[in-house]
């Protein structure tokens, strides 16, 4: 399949809140439209993941930061710019996702994006992705496509078929968490 072909699958199976292993960034995710409720509640079943346990949400645009946090702290535009590897923030006063991907104390966390599948689907499909790691709960990251769990690939709706054989690096994205005052702190690096 096309990378086109399988873009515009992806986005109609998104619509219909399927849940996707797809390429991110960094590693392969299964995710799914962050506004999408029942979609979320499925994803959180599928990765046996307790609910208190917050996902991160793609975005495709920095611009776009605006549409699901209430304030964005204006250090937000510099970190990004300069941020040398993929960097998620983690943000007070989410707005407009799926009220169970929120956090209990308001906070979501948010990776902007770029590459040839993840950013043209968020595009698209007009709405944030959800991205967790391609694993059960507490079980070691894929490094690859081809070391993915085979229950991760019978539980998903869709595994994209494009990108298997690019290899990433294991190693998540950096992780800050920013006050609306604009101090922030380094969560894993």
């Given at each position: 399949?096309?990378?086109?072909?399988?873009?515009?699958?992806?986005?109609?199976?998104?619509?219909?809140?399927?849940?996707?292993?797809?390429?991110?960034d960094?590693?392969?995710?299964i995710?799914?439209?962050?506004?999408?409720?029942?979609?979320?509640?499925?994803?959180?079943?599928?990765?046996?993941?307790?609910?208190?346990?917050?996902?991160?949400?793609l975005?495709?645009?920095?611009?776009?930061?605006?549409?699901?946090?209430?304030?964005?702290?204006?250090?937000?535009y510099?970190?990004?710019k300069?941020?040398?590897?993929?960097?998620?923030?983690?943000?007070?006063?989410?707005?407009?996702?799926?009220?169970?991907?929120?956090?209990?104390?308001?906070?979501?966390?948010i990776?902007?994006?770029?590459?040839?599948?993840?950013?043209?689907?968020?595009?698209?499909?007009g709405?944030?992705?959800?991205?967790?790691?391609?694993?059960?709960?507490?079980?070691?990251?894929?490094?690859?496509?081809?070391?993915?769990?085979?229950?991760?690939?019978?539980?998903?709706?869709?595994?994209?078929?494009?990108?298997?054989?690019?290899?990433?690096?294991?190693?998540?994205?950096?992780?800050?968490k920013?006050?609306?005052?604009?101090?922030?702190?380094?969560?894993?690096?």
């Open positions: 399949m096309k990378l086109q072909e399988e873009i515009d699958k992806s986005v109609e199976l998104l619509r219909k809140g399927k849940i996707l292993l797809y390429p991110t960094t590693i392969w995710g995710g799914c439209d962050a506004t999408n409720s029942k979609a979320v509640q499925r994803l959180y079943k599928i990765k046996e993941r307790e609910q208190n346990k917050s996902m991160i949400v975005l495709d645009s920095v611009d776009k930061l605006e549409l699901y946090i209430k304030k964005v702290p204006p250090i937000t510099d970190l990004i300069n941020s040398v590897s993929p960097l998620t923030i983690v943000y007070s006063g989410a707005k407009n996702l799926a009220k169970n991907l929120i956090a209990s104390d308001g906070t979501i966390a990776r902007i994006v770029s590459g040839e599948y993840c950013s043209p689907v968020i595009q698209k499909l709405n944030p992705l959800v991205s967790t790691s391609a694993n059960i709960s507490g079980e070691p990251s894929a490094s690859s496509f081809y070391q993915i769990n085979k229950s991760i690939l019978d539980k998903v709706d869709h595994v994209v078929e494009v990108l298997r054989d690019r290899v990433r690096t294991v190693k998540p994205s950096t992780l800050i920013i006050e609306e005052n604009g101090r922030f702190m380094v969560l894993r690096s």
